[in-house]
């Protein structure tokens, strides 16, 4: 049973720093490209931050103050957030896909879920 479980949500003020942890299990990590996603309130889940074999990706707000790594020793991905602003308030998930299909933006293609942490930025 493949699981991923997120972890490392909360609440945090401006330019404050947040680092979120996605425990997976249940698959081939090596064999799967990460990604991080995020859902605001009455918005669209829309993809943050992604990372596989020979590639890292950001979308563009976010670059500078996030960074996605990977540790295939303990099957985890993390997302460490820095200069949190109101409007990088949302749910996140953490997304698992086939390394060869790459990182899309799309929600569509990813293949497995976590159930989500919450991060509230306060101004």
């Known amino acids: 049973q493949v699981r991923l479980v997120e972890s490392g949500g909360g609440l945090v003020q401006a330019g404050g720093s947040l680092r979120l942890t996605c425990d997976v299990s249940?698959?081939?990590?090596?064999?799967?490209?990460m990604a991080w996603f995020r859902q605001a309130p009455g918005k669209e889940r829309e993809f943050v931050a992604g990372?596989?074999?020979?590639?890292?990706r950001y979308k563009t707000s976010v670059k500078g103050r996030f960074t996605i790594d990977r540790d295939s020793g303990k099957n985890t991905v993390d997302l460490q957030m820095n200069s949190l602003k109101p409007e990088d308030t949302a749910v996140y998930y953490c997304?698992?896909?086939?390394?060869?299909?790459?990182?899309?933006?799309?929600?569509?293609?990813?293949?497995?879920w976590g159930q989500g942490t919450q991060v509230t930025v306060s101004s």
């Open positions: 997304a698992a896909i086939p390394d060869e299909m790459g990182l899309p933006l799309s929600e569509r293609h990813y293949d497995y």
């Open positions: 249940g698959l081939s990590f090596s064999s799967y490209a």
């Open positions: 990372i596989k074999s020979d590639n890292i």
